[in-house]
């Protein structure tokens, strides 16, 4: 899908960049940093060679003290507890600059912890990142699904920032001005240096910013506006999982369905699928998919809320209570690859075999460098969520990007539906106007009777 920039003037005006700053010592170790990059497009999609690379960690506050055995075990599972002592007695991983003299050895304040591993990335879809709009202090793109902003966890040069800069040489660095999941697709802003970074960002923490989304969900989602309001709590940094729950940050949503599909009139399942338009006003993380999945009504792919192994067969529908929460998160941290396979996608009447047989699993091969076990490639429903970040506005019209509806969310072939969101002039403004959503305006009585059916 191409991104179609709808603008009335620059995003921040013509800034001036700041001074570069010194930059800052050298690390104790040098990491192994491969330039050009080792990607190549193969089958769809973007791989990464296998390489070496050196970490390089500041002593986090939840490592003071700890065994450093005991760490690399508890916050780097992607490698077996076997691998992390062979590699200590190897010298392949150091405390300020030394091997760790044993596995017991412990961690404190201020320490660098560095770690030189062959590396191997999962590949990516092979989608460029489209360019919607650019000038001198920022780019705004269209990111694809399944591409993490930053290097985290098995990503790295699979990534964003990494992808932008090998197309635009070692020594640019892009920076991400708003976030989106590594499974979400849609508007972001790139800014090309600090000053437009920052000024960028006080527009977005002040909320002068409306955001829309869009998103394929399950079941017939109701024909009437919706406000959720429910706080949202992390129940779980380490996997990723947000609730609802009483004493969680606040957090406000207004969706509205763009259609519904009955079963069979596409990828079909036993309750049809419905295309919402979701614009968050607070910037919760995972606001969208938790909302929507207390209201009933996942995104149909989510691999974690529209996980019925995870959450039973109501997958958390008008949950809030924290009774369940220590059954979801073990249920969610002991799931093998095998597992995660089969459940990621969506749910075991909607699956088909083919899908199941795509999946990334552990192949029982190895590398033949490092004896890392190695994984299949992903299936096409785990590259990316059905949701989308259509739509980023200033507030007062200064300007307004977006692209085009995304395949999964235009109508099934030969089904008649909506191509796009509304025919409102400027949906964004109207939905928080209409509502009387802004600071300080007293609610009407529609969405008040809205907001109490969201949260009974």
């Known amino acids: 899908m191409g991104a179609a920039p709808v603008e009335s003037s620059s995003i921040l005006g013509h800034l001036k960049p700041t001074p570069t700053p010194a930059p800052p010592p050298e690390v104790v170790t040098t990491p192994c940093d491969p330039w050009p990059r080792p990607y190549y497009l193969e089958d769809g999609l973007r791989r990464v060679a296998p ?23 508890d916050e780097f599972r992607d490698r077996p ?19 760790v003299p044993s596995p017991t050895t412990t961690v404190k304040n201020g320490d660098i912890i560095s770690h030189t591993l062959h590396r191997h990335e999962p590949p990516v879809t092979g989608k460029p990142i489209a360019i919607v709009h650019e000038d001198d202090d920022m780019i705004v793109i269209n990111k694809p699904a399944g591409v993490p902003v930053h290097p985290a966890g098995r990503y790295n040069y699979n990534s964003v920032i990494e992808i932008m800069r090998a197309e635009r040489g070692h020594g640019w660095n892009p920076m991400p001005c708003n976030r989106l999941d590594r499974l979400t697709s849609g508007v972001m802003f790139i800014a090309k240096h600090k000053k437009a970074a920052e000024t960028l ?22 024909t009437e506006e919706v406000v959720c309001e429910q706080p949202l709590l992390q129940i779980s940094p380490k996997l990723g999982l947000n609730r609802v729950r009483a004493t969680g940050k606040s957090a406000r949503t207004v969706f509205r ?12 399942n036993r309750d049809g699928y419905s295309i919402v338009r979701c614009l968050p006003l607070t910037g919760r993380t995972h606001q969208i998919r938790v909302h929507l999945q207390f209201l009933g009504h996942p995104i149909s792919n989510d691999p974690i809320y529209s996980n019925q192994r995870v959450f039973g067969a109501d ?20 799931m093998g690859k ?22 990334e699993k552990l192949t ?83 969405s008040k009777e809205q907001r109490t059916a969201a949260q009974s």
């Not at 070496?52 to 500041?58: A, G, I, M, Q, R």
């Not at 960002?201 to 109701?222: D, N, W």
């Not at 519904?260 to 596409?266: D, F, K, L, S, T």
């Not at 994984?375 to 507030?395: F, T, V």
Request: with cysteine; aromatic share 10%.
């Open 81 to 99: 507890q076997e691998y992390y002592e062979a590699a200590m007695k190897s010298g392949a991983i150091h405390i300020n600059g030394k091997p």
């Open 315 to 334: 997958l958390g529908a008008n949950c809030a209570s924290g009774d369940d929460d220590e059954s979801v998160m073990e249920r969610l941290s002991r």
């Open 257 to 268: 369905r763009m259609a519904y599909y009955p079963p069979g009139e596409g990828e079909g």
């Open 364 to 446: 029982g091969e190895k590398c033949e460098v490092c004896d890392t076990e190695l994984y299949s490639d992903p299936g096409e429903h785990e590259l990316g969520i059905y949701l989308h970040a259509k739509r980023y506005a200033c507030m007062g019209d200064t300007w307004s990007y977006e692209t085009e509806l995304p395949e999964w969310a235009l109508p099934p072939p030969g089904v008649e539906g909506p191509t796009v969101p509304t025919e409102e002039s400027d949906p964004l403004a109207a939905e928080v106007a209409k509502l009387d959503l802004e600071d300080g305006k007293e609610e009407s009585s529609k």
């Open 51 to 73: 390489y070496h690379f050196t970490y390089n960690t500041n002593c986090k506050q939840r490592w003071r003290g700890r065994e450093i055995l005991e760490i690399f075990k």
């Open 201 to 222: 960002g006080v527009k977005i923490m002040g909320r002068t910013i409306r955001k829309e989304y869009v998103a394929r969900v399950r079941g017939e989602f109701p």
């Open 338 to 359: 095998e597992e995660v396979a089969e459940a990621v996608a969506y749910h075991d009447e909607m699956v088909d075999e083919y899908n199941r047989k795509k999946a």
